[in-house]
């Protein structure tokens, strides 16, 4: 009888999302279920029609259907080409922006565009910093805007999916260890029973005892029975 073919657990994410610690972790613990790495633009339509099990997305996001945990926020910065006057600043105050023309990253086709047309002088774009970093250029630089709502990325699972691959990838996430009683694995190790934690007691303790055999130790005030004397009758 063929064996069956190792379970695959589908992670999606979008772009700015590094989620190697978390992949290393799980490779590591578990080593017998493929993980499968995917990025999206809509990271959120991948999970909803059943192409990831578990997606990283960038919020807000609809959440209908879906359990949704916030993991961290993003800095926003400004996007500029190296000869605009804002980059002279270290935080580009609020108020700078205002007389600068703001690109809007959905017309401009994506945040990589973006970064491109603002690299040319046309305009500044607002992103959060690791997409600034992602589709970073030579002839365009970065700057953060204190002030700005910052974004959020969240981690997000189907609602009716309770598998235990899917429970455990979430734990790992949220910094739960391997021997966390909250992990799926841990909840189905076998546990030993009162009565082999007993017997385990027991042989630990035997382990630490002599055992004396053919003679007994000299009780104070007599002297002790020579190995193999017996003892004259009166």
Not at 9 to 32: I, N, Q, Y
Not at 142 to 159: S, Y
């Amino acid at each position: 009888m063929p064996a069956d073919p190792p379970r695959t657990l589908s992670v999606g994410f979008v772009p700015g999302v590094t989620p190697g610690k978390w992949v290393a972790r799980w490779r590591e613990r578990h080593p017998d279920v493929n993980l499968a790495l995917h990025q999206h633009d809509d990271a959120l339509t991948a999970l909803l029609d059943g192409s990831d099990d578990v997606v990283f997305v960038r919020l807000p996001v609809e959440r209908t259907g879906i359990h949704l945990i916030p993991l961290y926020e993003e800095q926003p910065v400004a996007v500029m080409s190296r000869d605009n006057e804002l980059s002279l600043y270290d935080d580009v105050p609020l108020g700078e922006l205002e007389g600068e023309l703001l690109l809007d990253i959905e017309e401009c086709g994506g945040p990589k565009t973006a970064v491109e047309v603002a690299a040319t002088g046309a305009g500044v774009v607002v992103l959060p910093m690791s997409l600034a970093r992602l589709y970073a250029r030579k002839d365009a630089v970065h700057r953060p805007v204190p002030g700005l709502p910052v974004t959020t990325i969240g981690i997000a699972w189907r609602v009716e999916d309770e598998s235990d691959d899917v429970e455990e990838f979430i734990g790992i996430v949220r910094g739960r260890t391997a021997r966390s009683s909250r992990q799926p694995s841990q909840r189905e190790a076998p546990k030993k029973t009162a009565s082999q934690k007993a017997a385990a007691k027991k042989a630990a303790a035997g382990g630490n005892t002599r055992e004396q055999k053919g003679g007994g130790k000299a009780q104070p005030g007599k002297p002790a029975r020579p190995p193999g004397s017996r003892g004259r009758r009166r």
